[in-house]
């Protein structure tokens, strides 16, 4: 059978690209949020993803000696058997227009999981937490402010 062919019949059977009648692909839920991780970290404009505290906690394994980068964190997905919905908390540079960039994060991601996994992606929501100035250490927990 061609490529067209199974296309084709995979299409008809309704059950999307990853099912055919020589097997089902499962994608797991950290797959998805690290394509979507990586794909946000990609656009300009996106300091960092993670809240307050996952940004702590990953900057401190990110210290430890062997450690890797955690391209999953600030990522939350929902992963179906045809769609998936991907939550991301992100800071922003400092200067960009927010919903500029909410659309070029968008756009990113759905593009690159929807292209890599054949998982329809349904929404992507954004939190923006805190914008990053040039000069800032960021090291600082949030709602901490030194005085000097």
Same mark, same amino acid.
């Given at each position: 059978? /061609?490529? +067209?062919? *199974?296309?084709?019949? /995979?299409?008809? $059977?309704? &059950?999307?690209?990853?099912?055919?009648?020589? =097997? +089902? *692909? *499962? !994608?797991? &839920?950290?797959?998805?949020?690290?394509?979507?991780? !990586?794909?946000?970290? &990609?656009?300009?404009? #996106?300091?960092?993803?993670?809240?307050? %505290?996952?940004?702590?906690? =990953?900057?401190?394994?990110?210290?430890?000696?062997?450690?890797? *980068?955690?391209?999953?964190?600030?990522? $939350? #997905?929902?992963?179906?058997?045809?769609?998936?919905? #991907?939550?991301?908390?992100?800071?922003?540079?400092?200067?960009?227009?927010?919903?500029?960039?909410?659309?070029?994060?968008?756009?990113?991601?759905?593009?690159? @999981?929807?292209?890599? /996994?054949?998982?329809?992606?349904?929404?992507?929501?954004?939190?923006?937490?805190? @914008?990053?100035?040039?000069?800032?250490?960021?090291?600082?927990?949030?709602?901490?402010?030194? %005085?000097?």
């Amino acid at each position: 059978m /061609t490529e +067209k062919a *199974t296309a084709a019949a /995979t299409k008809a $059977s309704g &059950d999307g690209a990853l099912a055919s009648d020589q =097997g +089902k *692909t *499962t !994608i797991a &839920d950290q797959v998805v949020a690290k394509i979507a991780g !990586i794909a946000t970290r &990609d656009v300009d404009g #996106v300091h960092s993803l993670g809240g307050g %505290v996952s940004r702590t906690v =990953g900057a401190i394994k990110e210290r430890i000696p062997g450690s890797r *980068t955690n391209y999953g964190q600030g990522v $939350s #997905v929902k992963v179906g058997e045809r769609q998936a919905a #991907v939550d991301l908390d992100l800071i922003a540079e400092y200067g960009i227009a927010i919903a500029d960039l909410a659309a070029g994060v968008r756009r990113n991601v759905v593009s690159a @999981v929807e292209r890599m /996994t054949g998982l329809e992606v349904t929404e992507v929501n954004i939190v923006v937490h805190d @914008v990053h100035l040039e000069g800032e250490s960021g090291d600082e927990p949030e709602g901490e402010s030194r %005085v000097e």
